[in-house]
């Protein structure tokens, strides 16, 4: 695994440098298809070789994937829920402007927890709710449907759609849906500065 850390980390460079160049869309979109299947289990994409998602999963237990270990670091858990939300908020819709994953495939329901959020602000006792609670299996399979939608999205981006501003209309939206809780809206404010790339 080392190796293919290596490479995506050299890969990232090289996407750095052609992202706003419009004669490289379609060699920045397979760069962006390929890194992107890398941090996501095997399965989302059929992939023949592993991934730095399959080696977390491999071998871990329910235990593990549920502690906290200080209370300044969070669970595996989390982590996996907090990426997974972030994906399905920024991709799903703020740039596509679709519904998200968590609420056209009933996810909301399945993981067995109430947080809809991105978990930004959480302190420690709702992190020992979600850590506790929250489906594993459904998380897991949360992630994949979120990556099959991002990868379904990634191949429709043009050198325009990149290089568009976040919109401000977008981001309210998220807040009034609580997808952001007001202790992180330094997070809308992160995201309304940035651009699609």
Do not use: C
Request: charged share 30%; glycine share 2%; net charge neutral.
């Amino acid at each position: 695994m080392s190796n293919t850390l290596k490479s995506w980390n050299e890969t990232q460079k090289k996407l750095k440098s052609i992202i706003y160049t419009k004669t490289n869309i379609n060699e920045t979109r397979s760069i962006i298809l390929i890194q992107h299947q890398l941090v996501h289990a095997s399965e989302m994409v059929n992939l023949d070789y592993p991934t730095f998602e399959d080696e977390l999963w491999t071998n871990l237990l329910e235990d593990d994937f549920r502690r906290i270990p200080n209370k300044s670091i969070n669970s595996i858990a989390w982590h996996l829920w907090h990426s997974a939300r972030i994906e399905d908020i920024t991709v799903s819709f703020l740039i596509a402007k679709l519904p998200q994953v968590l609420e056209t495939e009933n996810f909301d329901k399945t993981l067995n927890i109430d947080f809809k959020d991105t978990g930004n602000s959480m302190g420690i006792e709702e992190m020992k709710i979600l850590s506790a609670k929250i489906n594993m299996e459904e998380l897991r399979q949360y992630r994949i449907a979120v990556g099959k939608r991002t990868q379904e999205i990634i191949k429709s981006f043009t050198p325009e759609i990149l290089n568009t501003k976040v919109s401000k209309d977008a981001l309210e939206e998220i807040r009034v849906k609580g997808a952001v809780l007001k202790d992180a809206n330094w997070l809308l404010d992160f995201w309304g500065n940035k651009k699609i790339a």
